[in-house]
Nanobody, 123 residues
Framework: QVQLVESGGGSVQAGGSLRLSCAAS????????MGWFRQAPGKERDFVAVISWSGGDTSYADSVKGRFTISRDNARNTVYLQMSSLKPEDTAVYYC????????????????WGQGTQVTVSS
């Protein structure tokens, strides 16, 4: 069992940066693959980024590759999403996600979710 709480969302101008944080509970945090998904109004929840339980492997959606960086700090039970060169199309509610050892890119299979944090990018 793991509980996730996101923070760091807000409003930013296009081209700006934000860093999202996800604080997790549980003594086995390091055993969980962690990821970020996002959902715009009226649209499905889409994969953004994932980091392996070891922290050695990452994967990104094509739409954010080169602009976003996912990282984790197991000592603080926290995963981060550093977002730069933000675009209006990045506007969405961003959700932290977790899965034991592994996490798929399909939102429907994710076992643990945070409550979400709003990111708004204006032009």
């Amino acid at each position: 069992q793991v509980q996730l709480v996101e923070s760091g969302g807000g409003s930013v101008q296009a081209g700006g940066s934000l860093r999202l944080s996800c604080a997790a509970s549980g003594r086995t945090f390091s055993r969980y693959a962690m990821g970020w998904f996002r959902q715009a109004p009226g649209k499905e929840r889409d994969f953004v980024a994932v980091i392996s339980w070891s922290g050695g492997d990452t994967s990104y959606a094509d739409s954010v590759k080169g602009r976003f960086t996912i990282s984790r700090d197991n000592a603080r039970n926290t995963v981060y999403l550093q977002m730069s060169s933000l675009k209006p199309e990045d506007t969405a509610v961003y959700y932290c996600a977790a899965g034991l050892y592994t996490l798929t890119l399909s939102a429907g299979t994710v076992p643990y979710w945070g409550q979400g944090t709003q990111v708004t990018v204006s032009s």
